[in-house]
């Protein structure tokens, strides 16, 4: 039995000891959680997702630091839906935020005191130089900006793509290799339950 006992060592990930590497995790993302959550913009979306992530944070941390299978159980299958989720956005999330930024429709997003300045700016252009001129001077600029502009924006439509891609693919990974921690954690947790149980029976 003291052989068996022995044996029996805190589970580790290469050289990384997983328990407290998970409460140390937990603590963290509770402490980010919280303070995006009051710092950020109080809309709904980014209350749920706070509260998910504060509820996913808080059972983890109660499962590893009391040995709770139950609990790391949850975390699995949370973890397990998050990569689901965030395997799925890898199809749609890069073209979306590629065509996003190379398409200028950021630019439809300023607020109504902006576009009212523009329209007065167009006015007073009007005025000075004829509608006529104005024209012909915005032509030749946009004419020599184009191939340019076009350059830039294919540029950051592309960085911006590949930088998604690489978050996403991040996430899942990161994801997978917790997913890992608490499955061996959870095995530890069996194996020092049937020990305790032998030693009871003996």
Do not use: W
């Not at 130089?129 to 592309?158: H, V």
Request: hydrophobic fraction near 45%; include cysteine; charge should be positive.
């Amino acid at each position: 039995m003291s052989n068996r006992a022995i044996q029996l060592k805190s589970p580790k990930l290469g050289c990384i000891p997983i328990r407290p590497f998970l409460i140390l995790g937990s603590i963290l993302g509770i402490l980010i959680t919280l303070s995006y959550l009051i710092t950020g913009p109080p809309t709904v979306k980014n209350v749920i997702c706070c509260a998910l992530g504060a509820a996913f944070n808080v059972c983890l941390v109660y499962g590893a630091h009391k040995y709770n299978d139950k609990a790391l159980k949850y975390c699995q299958m949370f973890l397990i839906f998050f990569m689901i989720i965030s395997s799925l956005s890898i199809c749609f999330m890069p073209v979306s935020v590629t065509s996003f930024i190379s398409s200028d429709y950021h630019k439809y997003y300023k607020n109504t005191n902006a576009e009212a300045s523009n329209e007065g700016t167009n006015k007073l252009l009007t005025n000075i130089f004829g509608e006529s001129t104005l024209s012909e001077i915005t032509g030749n600029i946009s004419q020599q900006d184009s191939k340019e502009a076009a350059a830039r924006k294919f540029l950051a439509g592309f960085i911006a793509g590949e930088t998604v891609v690489l978050f996403c693919i991040f996430h899942i990974l990161s994801s997978y290799m917790e997913y890992v921690m608490i499955k061996r954690l959870r095995k530890f947790i069996a194996a020092r339950k049937g020990l305790h149980e032998n030693e009871t029976l003996a």
